[in-house]
């Protein structure tokens, strides 16, 4: 496995003139194009590069990796390192720099939320019988916004702004359904009472929160967690946002709407890393 103190593409110029020259065409492309990389599935880059998936997989294996899933995952980490950031004294002065912070923000969550875990909460919301979206306070119009887009992908779901409401809804909640909680701190008193009401209920559940390890976050199926890096301006003040719920509510419902796309391209990608076993990439050696 390759260093973690090195980049991925620190290691595929080290790595570089080892390579075979089918193997070097596929380095060549994620050299000059790594963020357009981190985004394609195996056969994708196979395709823009002029080679085969197993030439692919034979070229990570090369540079140090397992294969080109756990590459372009690390990839993708080191490119998030690189995205822009503000110091939390430096004032935002412009329309363009406000605009860039809220995006740095965004960017920021992909380095915490993984794709197999909206996967999972995908998964999740499209078995259920029915959905239950909560939050409280300034909160709740997140929740409502999401149950809303959640019923326009064909999910039925439960929504309200009143806690007396959305907690009835869940006393008759059963184990074929789900609820997601929405609740940066996680300590949400009336969002704490409907996630216990639906442990007794034995229903799935899906956390949207700042905090890991809090009384809603113990037991839960799913945790999606918002690492706010960027939430500090020069003026002292935290911004009473909720941006990177949204854009976790956007992922959520991205997900879900393809979801059969993203089941065939992690399988897809299963399937190319397993193929390059150990005697494939011996015999590798001797390909022309």
């Known amino acids: 496995?390759?260093?973690?103190?090195?980049?991925?593409?620190?290691?595929?110029?080290?790595?570089?003139?080892?390579?075979?020259?089918?193997?070097?065409?596929?380095?060549?492309?994620?050299?000059?194009?790594?963020?357009?990389?981190?985004?394609?599935?195996i056969s994708e880059l196979a395709q823009k590069s002029g080679t085969s998936e197993a030439t692919v997989v034979r070229m990570c294996?090369?540079?140090?990796?397992?294969?080109?899933?756990?590459?372009?995952?690390?990839?993708?980490?080191?490119?998030?390192?690189?995205?822009?950031?503000?110091?939390e004294n430096e004032m935002l002065n412009?329309?363009?720099?406000?605009?860039?912070?809220?995006?740095?923000?965004?960017?920021?969550?992909?380095?915490?939320?993984?794709?197999?875990?909206?996967?999972k909460a995908a998964r999740l919301l499209r078995?259920?019988?029915?959905?239950?979206?909560?939050?409280?306070?300034?909160?709740?119009?997140?929740?409502?916004?999401?149950?809303?887009?959640?019923?326009?992908?064909?999910?039925?779901?439960?929504?309200s702004m009143i806690p007396e409401h959305f907690l009835n809804h869940i006393s008759l909640g059963t184990?074929?359904?789900?609820?997601?909680?929405?609740?940066?701190?996680?300590?949400?008193?009336?969002?704490?009472?409907?996630?216990?009401?639906?442990?007794?209920n034995n229903m799935h559940s899906i956390v949207i929160s700042g905090e890991r390890k809090t009384q809603l976050t113990e037991y839960t199926d799913c945790v999606l967690q918002i690492v706010d890096k960027q939430k500090k301006i020069r003026v002292g003040i935290e911004p009473d946002s909720h941006l990177c719920e949204?854009?976790?509510?956007?992922?959520?419902?991205?997900v879900v709407r393809y979801f059969d796309a993203f089941m065939k391209s992690a399988q897809d990608n299963k399937k190319a890393d397993n193929y390059s076993d150990d005697v494939e990439l011996l015999l590798s050696e001797y390909k022309l």
């Open 1 to 41: 496995m390759a260093e973690k103190s090195n980049s991925v593409i620190e290691d595929i110029k080290a790595k570089y003139d080892k390579l075979f020259s089918a193997e070097k065409r596929a380095a060549d492309y994620i050299l000059a194009n790594p963020g357009e990389c981190i985004m394609m599935n």
């Open 127 to 159: 078995m259920s019988r029915m959905v239950y979206v909560i939050a409280a306070g300034n909160t709740s119009p997140i929740a409502m916004d999401l149950g809303f887009r959640l019923e326009r992908c064909g999910i039925p779901c439960s929504y």
């Open 175 to 200: 184990s074929d359904d789900t609820i997601i909680a929405i609740s940066r701190s996680g300590a949400s008193k009336q969002v704490v009472q409907a996630m216990e009401l639906a442990r007794k």
């Open 61 to 87: 294996k090369h540079v140090g990796y397992q294969g080109y899933y756990q590459m372009r995952l690390l990839m993708s980490h080191d490119l998030g390192k690189n995205r822009v950031s503000y110091d």
């Open 94 to 119: 412009s329309a363009r720099r406000l605009f860039d912070f809220s995006a740095a923000r965004i960017a920021a969550l992909g380095e915490t939320i993984d794709i197999e875990m909206l996967i």
């Open 246 to 254: 949204m854009a976790i509510s956007d992922a959520i419902l991205y």
